[in-house]
């Protein structure tokens, strides 16, 4: 699809947003209301999708970049439901085109349909001239959905409730390697697995691992590649089996550890440097267990407007 992005300055409001990964995701039997209490610390990482938002006289969503045609352009698409809740909070009509460039994995396990609505969000708020305050545009987020919050605030932060409810960690700088795979995972589906897998299993409470926080705090990718945890990869490994052969690989390069980045499919691999980085990135590509690879840094700004 052709970029309708304007290209003049004052057409519309870009907004920058960036992925993230979980360096930790430990994940509670399910609740009553069929969500998973979780203990999550995200990193925001420097893999960027950009929402640009214009005047328009019906909501509309398009979308290019990698993977486009896999992204929803109605409704159900996160984008266009934060247009919707936005204007709904300020009684006013959702006319807006929505343009997504997109660049990060489309249902990788790295909140990129997240992202877009938080994108979104502040893209219409400052088109509108809305002013919405701060708080209440994380509540318009935890409305949408569990990794929105996130992406609006970007950095490194412990989620706890579903994800949503947000505390901000010290981070120092990580490099990263993503290798996004063949096709994409639905998070229910994952979370359903986790459940069937779990079943009749005491699932502990889920809490933040001390040991990780320091490591993360001390900059120390040693440190933290031996505390990496993520509940879900179980379940995202049951589904796509083949996953196991891409964290051989990574691990066979050289990565200091890796794991599945929250639901999967996409892995992410912690390298010491980016020129580890470019090896392992390389020799994954060249292992035929994945689609792609993406080398990214952390931390990275959250939600962010692009000056005109």
Request: charged share 15%; hydrophobic share 50%.
């Amino acid at each position: 699809m052709t970029d309708t992005r304007p290209a003049g300055p004052g057409a519309g409001v870009t907004v920058r947003v960036p992925a993230k990964v979980n360096v930790q995701l430990a994940v509670g039997a399910a609740r009553p209301d069929g969500f998973h209490d979780l203990a999550s610390v995200f990193l925001a990482v420097s893999l960027f999708d950009e929402v640009t938002a214009t005047p328009a006289d019906a909501l509309t969503v398009t979308c290019s970049g990698p993977d486009a045609d896999q992204v929803p352009l109605d409704r159900t698409n996160l984008a266009a439901r934060a247009a919707e809740v936005l204007a709904a909070r300020a009684g006013i009509s959702p006319d807006v085109h929505l343009h997504i460039a997109k660049n990060i994995p489309v249902a990788g396990g790295m909140a990129g349909g997240s992202a877009d609505g938080a994108a979104a969000l502040l893209a219409c708020d400052a088109l509108w001239g809305l002013g919405t305050p701060r708080e209440d545009l994380l509540a318009l987020c935890a409305e949408l959905g569990s990794d929105v919050p996130f992406s609006l605030v970007g950095g490194a932060a412990l989620g706890t409730g579903r994800g949503e409810l947000l505390t901000p960690v010290e981070a120092g700088t990580f490099h990263w390697v993503f290798a996004v795979a063949h096709g994409g995972l639905s998070t229910p589906s994952v979370f359903r697995e986790f459940d069937r897998l779990t079943e009749g299993v005491d699932v502990p409470v889920p809490q933040a691992s001390p040991v990780l926080l320091a490591a993360l705090a001390s900059g120390d990718p040693d440190a933290l590649a031996a505390a990496l945890a993520n509940d879900l990869q179980p379940a995202a490994l049951s589904l796509r089996p083949q996953l196991a052969a891409t964290l051989a690989a990574g691990a066979d390069a050289g990565a200091l550890a890796g794991l599945v980045s929250g639901s999967g499919p996409t892995t992410a691999f912690l390298v010491r440097d980016p020129e580890s980085a470019q090896k392992v990135a390389a020799t994954l590509e060249a292992s035929g267990t994945c689609r792609a690879t993406r080398i990214t840094a952390s931390p990275a700004p959250g939600a962010t407007v692009v000056p005109a």
